[in-house]
């Protein structure tokens, strides 16, 4: 009903239309009564309009359509063509309309939508209606005309300003032209709309641009996709209109790639703000195909540190309190943290669904192997693929634990992360959560590490909510019961407690829990749990009394025990806590009756503390000198915090009883029956007569003896004095009276030079076979209780400057080296002999334990593995049988435990490395001791440091023991944790022993302690470089004396040793952050300075690592050993992966030849062999190949030259341009090559259709190189024919052959018919390489194998895969009648046939003619391999043309 009302309407309208145009003139203008803001003047546009059925506004309001739209246009179009003056009047028409439109208010209701006329009890006829404008571009004879008006009509708006609630008349002109039914002259309005966009300011290029998706034909878009395109290109305003429009077109897959590629120009320069857009785009229309390759480019193009920028600028501005700079840059923050998320939300949406995005982020990371390479993106992105698509989950753990390991993923990245990009990571806290949690499950200690930074950064960074379920996620962790994570999470908590104390407060009622879980911690664990409890409880001590409490009743219940381990629990908890509570506090806070109140308390809980604790000790010598360890550890780390009254107070009875204990006058005799006559030794003061004191020990250690075997009959109220007490004791002494006198020790320093009761040790050692059993071990206890006296006498007084005591000093570490020769020869005459402990907490005495138990066990075991191999060598492929000359080597280089003992063999001092553990620790501060001068026999000329009566110097033996003890710290600390291997089970526990003090400083302190001592470290070398260069250039000399070859061997050792503290501070991993730049430039110039001195102040980073490289390459000369000879390497190669990396690898792989090419002969005139060696070798040989420019050419020179050199020498000889190539060593050289060759294939691009015929030609050539190369090495198996050999050839074989596969038969594809004969020459010398290692497969089987034959179903795949894309790739280039097949028999590595059941002469036949067409010149054959020698035809290897 309403639609034939709306009709009838309409009619009339029309019907009163007609009636009255025969009597209205066009020219002439009439005035008719209308509403007040309806157009009064009508003309004949104004008419016609109206009795068309809109009514013309000239105010605010909309203009009004009575009538349909259609029927609008319909009466309009027919009002025009019927009009006398018809066409004149569409222009006349047009010229109203011009007229109408210069107000802008009419202008602006034209270009607005009509509203529909309402009159009363009628509804409304239509919820939306067109402007105008629209209605006249919809009718044929008005568009043109009125398209062109309209496109003259948007330049006058140009400049104009549209405010909040302004008319942006460009926009809206432009709308007009959207979604038209047909337009007559589509091509003519785009041009013009493109001409527009040239000269448009931006708003309106914007404006046009983003319309253009709906004004284009399905036929124009490709055309303006590039155009825009290029204008993409040009400049960066319309970057987002630009990539909108294009987002919107139907674009063919070759112009989509094209405008992906221009967008992806921009990524690195284009706004901040626009970056989303882009990436949405780029990642909007993917495809399977080439997704890994976009997704690379974009990644690789993608950088987030823009963003960082303004974060930077901030910090900066709040550092010089300027709050105006700094509110606009807090803006700014906000602005690309707002950025950052948009863009992040970007790739969630494409990683949430579309599948081959999640792959392809996946695989680009997984592609990219520089260290270098990899940012923060990489891990955000792992973490959102992770958080959002569960299906990659998996994939996105795995690689990224991979990259830690491979170090790629170093903890700056999780910093950087988590400091600069919060909002956005903190949507990933439960993925982030998880992948902490998981990684410290695992064994791999850098990616522990790397867990334990993910659970502090979050912590730091995110709201309480966060913080709490790290806490809680970290206290699960503790009393999870497994090592590693126990250790890791309280490592954790500590940093948390240190860093941000206020806020972990909040949740000390979840850390104290822990307290309920200290069944199975060890030592350290609980000292790390008290020392976190601690610091909580008594920073705000009336808020966190609570905590107090249960501390003070824990440390009760354990030190009441009867049980040694609780006790010494309890011992450790309580000196941590008297160290929080003997804390120096701040005296401005409170008032001074409540400071009094608080000191009362304060020393009253000491003072019940310390008595209870030595009301615990005093019967235990153990635990009491656990007891003076703990408590000078404390006054070490707390150095110049305790409050020295209260340290006074309590600390001073402690110290008093060691003179009482073990300070004795000096007298000629000592009373009393021992089991060696006393002698006081290793006097320092013998003109000091009066009052000469002496360190009673030989009678102290027969009184415990005594007191041990005598049980509980001494009195329980005397205290026990024991030898074990000596060193802890008198540590503790020193660092008191350091605390009481600034650092000063004269109060002590008798105790330095004073004699110590021993025995007449020349003696003794003469007649060692003929003491009994408890007189060796009293006198090997007597040793050790002696070296770790003298051990601490060093750490005690190595800082004292007195020209005096320095030479003390140096005296006391010679007697070190003296005692060590006899205590060595007393250990090897008393086999089962167990020290006494220099380290008492639990955990040590367990360690110490352990080693007893394992030491003689281990030495059965090593000679049982070598008669016991023969009958594991059969499963496994690494091993070959006795009879090899090749196979030594390689059973020797499997077995890592041996390269400890050959050290050993090697150095008399370092059998004492399995007693590591019963000496007392030495502190960094004693290597100060470096400073003097080394004196050697060839360095007569060395400056003395010290004058005095009697001139000392540091010599080669005391260097040796300091530097051995260096290295042991410095690979504790500064090695990278992915390169250390985690030992099993309880062993995990043990690895801090013999480094407690040392474990307390962090590895930045201990570097700085070592670049301290790089020059006198560098004058020590130097030292041992003369002397070697020395004996290089005598070793011709005729009258010269033979070598000194115990001096040579201990030289040698103080080289290798400096060699490699040099090695472990340069690789520190901590180089890498920004914050230890400043400490690499100290370190690189202290190197530099040595060529240039006072010239590397200013020089650059760069200049710095090239001089220490040039200073460090000088050293190569007089390398002693080959063991140095790879450090040295190693050492030059660390020094170039500096923050500039990738030069200096010529001068490297040149080195690394020069000691590959040099004869390694020990001073005996001995060929250098064994494990360590082929260790050594392997990684040089490796390095070579690594760090040549031609891999190929370097492998056939071995290969081509050296090997055939060695094939002609003696049985014992070897190759003469190569003299580390012998038959001992052959399998080295030859595995390294094989995995070098097929590694470096792959790096040979993948030939495309693209290529030019140059470029094919340059990869078939290099193609033919590693074809030849893999040749040389197959056909070696003929003359060196052992176990591994073939394993290894089977082996690589195979991943060459997969790898030509992949890589080459593509290239060959394309460059067959451009490069035929290259081709046909190519695979002819593969298909001999392929018939070998079917040879091989066949050897395999007779002599079941299985270590071998596991690798034949995998190569004989991949032949077969071979044979048939040969096929293929003469089918790709129309050839394939030059294929065929024929029978390959079987045949032994020697090619005799091996017959079996099935073969016979009609096999022999079958193959004479399957070979005979091989030589046919237009033709391409194969042999297919027939696995039991029959004459079934089958896949095998191919024969080229």
Known sequence: MVSKRKLSKAEASEE?????????????????????DEVEAEGIFEELIRMSGIVLKAGEGQNEIAVDQMTFQKQLCLALEKHPTYPGVVKLFISGLESHIKDRNRFKNCLLPCAPTRTEGSRTRHSYCDSLIKLLLGIKILQPAVITLLLEKIPEFFFDIVGTFGTDFPQLIINQFKWLDNVLDSQDLVKKLMQLVSVSPVPVQHDIITSLPEILEDSQQSEVARELSCLLKQGRRLTVPILDALSRLDLDAGLMAEVRQSAMTIVPSVKLEDLPVVVKFILHNVKAADAVEVISDLRKNLDLSSCDLPLKILSSQKKTKSQVQASSSMSQVTTSENCVKLLFDVIKLAVRFQKEVSEAWIKAIENSTSVSDHKVLDLMILLLIHSTNIKYRKQAEKLLKSKIQLGCMPEQLVQNAFQNHSLVIKDFFPSILAVAQMFLHSGQPAVVSFGSCMYKQAFAAFDSYCQQEVVSALVTHVCSGNETELDISLDVLTDLVVLHTSLLMRYATFVKSILDFTQKLHPCQIRKLFYILSTLAFSQRQERSYIQDDMHMVIRKWLSSTVPNHKQMGIIGAVTMIGSVALKRNEGDGSSLERLELNRERDEQLSNLLDLVGFCCEQMPEVLALYYDEFANLIEKQKGNLDLQLLDKFGKSLVEDFPSDFVVDLSRTVDGSFLFPVKSLYNLDEDETQGAIAINLLPLLSQSDVGRVAGGMSSQSKRVVSPLCLSPCFRLLRFYTAEQNSGRLEEIDALLGCPVYLTNLEEAEGKLDSLSKQEREFLCSLLFYALNWFREVVNAFCQQQDAEMKGKVLTRLQNITELQNVLGKCLAATPGYVPPPATFDSEALEAVSSTNAVGPVRKKTGKKKKTDGSKTSSADRSQGDDSSEGNQPDNELSELEKIATERETENPLAKLQNYRLYFRELDLEAFNVLHCGLLTKSVMDTEMHTEFREVVQLGPAELSFLLDDLCWKLEHVLTPGSTRRVPFLKERSYKDIGFSHLCQRSPKEVAMCVVKLLKPLCKHMENIHSYFQAIIQNQGAEDEPGVNIQEHTLMSSCYQQLLLTFHFLFAWNGFSQSENTDLLRSALQVLADRLKPGETEFLLLEDLISESFHYLLNFQQSVPNFHCAIILTQLLITITEKPVAGWKKEKIASLAKQFLCQSWVRPSGDREKGSQFNSALHTLLCVYLKHTDNILKAIEEISSIGVPELINSAKDGCSSTYPTLTRQTFLIFFRVMMAQLESSVKSIPAGKPSDSSEVQLEKLLRWNIAVRNFHILINLVKVFDSRPVLGTCLKYGRLFVEAFLKLAMPLLDYSFKKHRDDVQSLLK???????????????????????????????????????????????????????????????????????????????????????SPAQEPSGSSTDPSDDDGAGVKGPGSPTAP
């Not at 029978?1383 to 005799?1392: A, I, S, Y």
């Open 16 to 36: 009163s239309g007609k009636a009255d145009l025969p009597t209205r003139s066009s020219e002439t203008k009439k005035l008719r009564i209308s509403a007040p």
């Open 1325 to 1411: 010398t593969l298909q001999l390489s392929t018939r070998q290692l079917h040879h091989m497969c066949g050897h395999s089987k007779i002599h079941q194998d299985i270590g071998l034959t596991n690798h034949v179903p995998l190569l004989k795949k991949s032949l077969e895969q071979f044979v048939y894309r040969v096929k293929a790739m003469l089918a790709f280039n129309h050839c394939q009648e030059a294929f065929w097949m024929g029978v390959l028999k079987n045949r032994d590595l020697q090619g005799e046939e091996i017959l079996s059941q099935a073969s016979g002469e009609r096999g022999s036949d079958e193959e004479d003619s399957a070979e």
